[in-house]
């Protein structure tokens, strides 16, 4: 079997990279740590040209933050709903025929002047329907340092939210006067779920004071006490989305997050379902591969 | 007039020491940044040398951080309701008959593990009460790093809650990914407004998420990001006390903060009434003084 294109899914610290069949099937991959905050402005092709050194001498589609203002070049946001079709029009060539940069959505409804963005998820979430892992109409979440939830009708993007949740349990970790009491590991169990029944219920620049005050007045084990604030922020992530219950989420994690965020979705009275992001990405990037190839 | 104590209102950041009369009229004071944090382990006895070499060879009572683990002395959490009696009676002298220290306050519901805590804050509370600044039934909020709302019922303080607002923001401008959105300066304006409005609607995780990308969409102008985060937070924290239509709130803040959630309390259908942070310390600091001289 030989490979017929690159496919890499290149984020703000970390890259994917796979040589794939026509079919999506994988030849060869690797991940690595040269996200954008390794590469130097400017020195992108050589990055390309260093995966093609591994990989083969194949075109190339680069999705995520790749196509941001600090990455190899602005590729547009496309306004949902979209789906795999819209991102093989969209494509952004960086290299004539050989490397191009898959565009990323963004959220542009009339009555919300704030709107929201992503870069990179769009492949993983239509491929994850595109590979038939979740249907075309249903609720997806991709947690990570800024969580996506996305909302699929027709097999297409339809809205999506985005919270900080990853990005705010890092800052109180390292940067917050929470941070002497956040010093141990997290895991599912009592602590965080007690965590996420208590992000339910809102006022969370309050209940996250009170992980100090519960620590100072001997009301918590000082190891419980990351736990229960990543049970907070990720049930308080999860509380805002308002799930019916028994409504099914697609969880598009590794398995520490996923782990974690299934049990809060549990929590709330819904049902997480796991899928492989690295599946849904292969089967996304394929799509708009093979998409691009019929126009 | 001459002074009768000296009471200090000594925080982890800044410090106001007063040289005050047996009835709290001011004969002296100065304020300056010699917080906790400026002050090494074991020179508080120093220090307090060199406030009376100032204000005078007087008693001395001290409130606020000072009472913590990494102050002069642990001072105990007295649990609510509590009054200026109780904080009287609760006097932890680190020098014989010489200097002493303001207990804190706790909240200990029987139906919530985590509870509260407060340093300082108590004497400002009570003693906005005492001098008749605000009634003694009434809702106050302190608004700083670490807002505090307290519900005084028969003159004492019955609960509280604790919203860390002020290091959020901080937090949010100094470390976050949102930092390079949040330079300009904040006031009240018709940004702020829209985040305090954005605020009240919960969700606080994403919506801080879609300031990156109304910038990225070019949706707010720029200047205008910092003042919107500012009201978001603030109309999180607000909004969270789900405030009844024209409730008073008695506001302990200076001049900047007190214009923004003076807005914000307004802006959820209450009532703001400024109070004066220092005559509400003031008052308190002389009522315990003349208590602890009735036992």
Redesign the interface.
């Known amino acids: 079997m030989s490979a017929a294109f690159i496919g890499v899914d290149w984020g703000s610290t970390n890259r994917r990279a796979w040589a794939l069949a026509g079919d999506g099937r994988v030849v060869a991959g690797f991940s690595d740590a040269r996200g954008l905050m390794a590469v130097a402005s400017g020195s992108f092709a050589l990055e390309a040209a260093a995966i093609r050194a591994r990989l083969g001498d194949l075109p190339m589609l680069c999705a995520g933050m790749v196509g941001s203002a600090r990455g190899w070049a602005s590729a547009p946001?496309l306004a949902c709903p979209a789906g795999l079709g819209d991102l093989a029009a969209g494509l952004v060539w960086v290299e004539a025929g050989r490397t191009a940069i898959v565009p990323g959505l963004?959220?542009?409804r009339l009555d919300d002047?704030?709107?929201?963005?992503m870069r990179g998820e769009e492949v993983q979430l239509l491929g994850a329907v595109a590979a038939g892992l979740a249907p075309g109409d249903a609720l997806l979440c991709q947690p990570g340092t800024?969580?996506k939830w996305a909302r699929m009708a027709g097999s297409k993007v339809a809205g999506f939210?985005?919270?900080?949740?990853g990005?705010?349990f890092a800052?109180?970790k390292?940067?917050?006067?929470l941070a002497d009491f956040l010093t141990a590991g997290v895991s599912d169990g009592a602590a965080f779920r007690?965590g996420v029944r208590?992000g339910f219920n809102?006022?969370?620049?309050?209940?996250?004071?009170?992980?100090?005050?519960?620590a100072?007045?001997g009301?918590?084990a000082p190891e419980d006490s990351a736990a229960y604030a990543s049970g907070l922020?990720i049930g308080?992530?999860v509380g805002?989305r308002t799930l019916s219950p028994g409504a099914r989420v697609h969880l598009l994690a590794g398995p520490a997050l996923g782990t974690l965020y299934a049990a809060a979705i549990g929590e709330a009275g819904a049902v997480p379902i796991a899928l492989s992001s690295e599946a849904a990405f292969i089967a996304g990037i394929t799509e708009i591969w093979t998409r691009r190839h019929a126009h």
Chains 1, 2 share one sequence.
């Open positions: 946001y963004c959220l542009a002047p704030a709107g929201d963005v800024h969580c939210a985005t919270a900080m949740t990005e705010m800052l109180l390292t940067h917050s006067l007690e208590a809102g006022d969370l620049l309050s209940q996250l004071f009170r992980i100090r005050a519960a100072l007045l009301r918590r922020l308080a992530d805002a």
